[in-house]
């Protein structure tokens, strides 16, 4: 019997979901490169938006792409990739966390920046600045989606390490929501 597009293929030995372990070592991978790439977001916004704060709303950015679009992707390339040989899937990951990556980044990241600014009176991100961001939503994309298909194995039979991650990227998205409410609340 051929198998159903919703069977969940599980680690043998955890039983964890092996794209579960995947979606949460790339949020993990994303929360890390938006922390350190969180001074260029500054540097783009004018020096406008605190460090810290921002580096935690890109974060939520990351963890909600990863949650939603990026559980798709995981599951187009697993779909979609069954003929590529096992040593191409990491490459195949990857791509597709490029581009997604990098169109959520190149629409979403500007937008909210944008919605702090203008209301500060200054002007909106130009198209240098978008192809800045795009850029290193590209590349984190790439990173976080190659790293995730490459450490299935490791951490597949590390389920409180899954746990301990899954939880703190939740935690940082949740830090990135209040501080935007916070931020909005005063701009609003």
Not at 48 to 77: D, S
Not at 129 to 158: E, M
Request: charged fraction near 10%; include cysteine.
């Amino acid at each position: 019997m051929a198998a159903h597009w919703s069977n969940i293929t599980r680690d043998e030995e955890s039983g964890l979901p092996t794209m579960l372990v995947q979606a949460v070592a790339i949020a993990g991978v994303l929360c890390v490169g938006e922390l350190l790439c969180a001074p260029i977001y500054v540097n783009l916004a004018y020096g406008k938006v605190a460090l810290l704060p921002w580096a935690m709303v890109a974060c939520l950015l990351a963890v909600a792409f990863t949650y939603t679009v990026g559980f798709a992707l995981l599951w187009c390339v697993e779909s979609l990739g069954g003929k590529l040989r096992p040593s191409l899937m990491p490459v195949a990951y990857a791509s597709a966390g490029l581009v997604g990556f990098a169109a959520w980044g190149y629409a979403v990241y500007p937008a909210f920046l944008d919605s702090i600014l203008k209301p500060l009176g200054l002007p909106a991100l130009s198209g240098g600045s978008l192809a800045a961001v795009g850029f290193n939503c590209a590349v984190l994309g790439f990173a976080s989606f190659f790293l995730g298909s490459i450490a299935l194995k490791f951490l597949s039979r590390r389920k409180g390490v899954v746990i301990a991650i899954g939880v703190l990227t939740l935690l940082f998205a949740a830090f990135g929501a209040y501080t935007v409410a916070s931020v909005y609340a005063v701009l609003y």
